[in-house]
């Protein structure tokens, strides 16, 4: 083994330790990650594994796999850079990854530390196989780094258009989207009117696009150029991966669906006899592209 190759095995196998070291103490108090000492992994299961999965497999048509993903974009010349913006301002559009076509929203994570991102990011490089994948220069992410990706603020789809070119090749696999409608009752939606009306309603406006706290709209094209082309888990995971911002995750699975049906009815889907279910995999299989 060259000395290069040898360094670097070594390097990323006691970096690797650390790695697993802190996720047996993993805490998942979101202030934790203000705190210095970043735990990528505690970050990981936070904020990144309601969506990507704890396996980093993510789920095919939704949420892509980090899984000899993220090595994959560390290849890529602008790669590292690109993960960082991405991380930071979140992906929006249309993007085929690993032959599997998504259009979803990943939210934004520029509200956590530099030290988390960078932790958060080496554990995705470090996890999965990953981290026999990476080039052989890979360096850790430092927060400084991150940092520097701060500026020039970018929208989400502006990270997509500087996605490396080089990510698109490959054979395309089968469509694996969406293929039922969406449904939910009408006792979902009184029992979602009442956790908004708690929880939501100071944001987001009595008519889901008045709020006085600056919540996006949720209703009409800006909710439809979000939501309308994806399975429904992309909605429910995305409100339970950042709503309500002081507290993401702070409801339950149920409410969470609830709250969600309630959204849906606002924007005219039909209400019917079959409950949105609370668990993932009957949601991915529910597209909101069946417009009412
Ligand atoms: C609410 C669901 C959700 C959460 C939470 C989420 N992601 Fe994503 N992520 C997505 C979706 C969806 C995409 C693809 C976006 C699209 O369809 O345009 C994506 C894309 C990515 C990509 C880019 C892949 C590529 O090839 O361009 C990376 C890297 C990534 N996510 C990492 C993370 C990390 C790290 C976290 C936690 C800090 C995280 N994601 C949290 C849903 C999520
Ligand atoms: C403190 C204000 C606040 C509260 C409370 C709040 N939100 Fe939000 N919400 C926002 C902001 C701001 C955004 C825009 C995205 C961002 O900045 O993260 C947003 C975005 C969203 C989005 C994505 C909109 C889109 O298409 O981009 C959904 C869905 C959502 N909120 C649902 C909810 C639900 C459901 C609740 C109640 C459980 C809730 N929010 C509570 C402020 C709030």
Redesign the pocket.
Known sequence: MSPRRLNRVTGLASWFAISIGAAGIATFAPLAHSQPGADGAG??AA??????QPTGA?VPG???P?VK??S??LGQPTGRE??IK??LF??????R??GVD??????P?NA?SDGD?AA??N??SGSWGNQSMVPADFKPFVPGEVKAGRLPPLT?TAV?AS?PGG?SAGPVLAATGASQKVSFTAEQVVRGKAIYTRRCVDCHGSTLDNGEFGGAPLNGAYFKGHWGA?PVA?LI??T???MPPDGPGSLSDQSYVDVVSYLLDANGYPRGDKELPADAETQQAMSLQFQP
């Open positions: 970050v990981y904020s990144c594994v309601a969506c990507h993510g939704a949420f892509p980090l993903h993220v994959a974009l690109y993960l991405a991380v979140g992906l929006e559009g249309k993007v990854i690993e998504y259009q979803n929203v990943m939210p994570w956590l991102l958060v990011l554990h995705v989400a997509l996605r990510l994806g992309g995971a995305y339970k991966a950042k």
